[in-house]
């Protein structure tokens, strides 16, 4: 590993540090559960697109730890519930999308990004057959108050670059895009 490599693990491992601290020390964390965080991820989801439109380096940096604190405090709250832990969560995540870029470990070819986005389809479709559909916006209803308050003044202070906003807004309207999950 790189001492870059070194350095983000440190950090990491003190953020799960963090959240598990939290988890059992302080009472608003204790009474979560892994439903109750749903709305508080799509907000922070938001929120990092919303800093992503504003082109603001330290913006995204900070909402993406924000992410990240939520997805490890979700993964602890499974633990804490028996459900899964961290440890799968990553080993998950790794290998999802090491199976879905077969043009990298696999000897699938593809030159284009319109092939890799064909065959990450493929693949998604395949593991995805008997599933249920997972993304349902009627549950958990409209953006965010406090998202949309911000992203609003995000929006009003930074220029809009390279359409992301329009993106962003078409994505939430329903349109496929080139979002991965």
């Not at 959240?19 to 892994?34: F, G, H, N, S």
């Not at 922070?44 to 405090?73: K, R």
């Not at 993304?135 to 009003?156: F, L, S, V």
Request: contains cysteine.
């Amino acid at each position: 590993m790189s001492d870059s490599d070194n350095s983000a693990m440190a950090e990491i491992a003190r953020l799960l540090e963090v959240v598990r601290k939290l988890r059992a020390e302080c009472p608003w964390d204790r009474e979560q559960t892994v439903a109750s965080t749903a709305r508080h991820v799509i907000e922070e989801a938001y929120e990092v697109a919303d800093a992503i439109a504003s082109n603001d380096n330290a913006d995204i940096a900070e909402e993406l730890g924000d992410l990240l604190y939520q997805t490890f405090f979700v993964a602890v709250i499974a633990e804490d519930e028996s459900r899964f832990n961290v440890a799968k969560v990553a080993r998950e995540a790794a290998d999802k999308f090491v199976r879905r870029h077969p043009h990298i470990y696999g000897d699938v070819k593809a030159d284009t990004a319109e092939q890799v986005l064909s065959n990450w389809d493929k693949i998604k479709s395949e593991e995805k057959k008997d599933s249920r559909q997972r993304w349902r916006p009627r549950e958990y209803g409209t953006r965010p108050a406090r998202a949309d308050a911000r992203g609003e003044a995000r929006r009003k202070s930074a220029p809009q670059r390279d359409g992301l906003a329009r993106h962003w807004r078409g994505a939430q309207e329903g349109s496929r895009g080139t979002r991965r999950g």
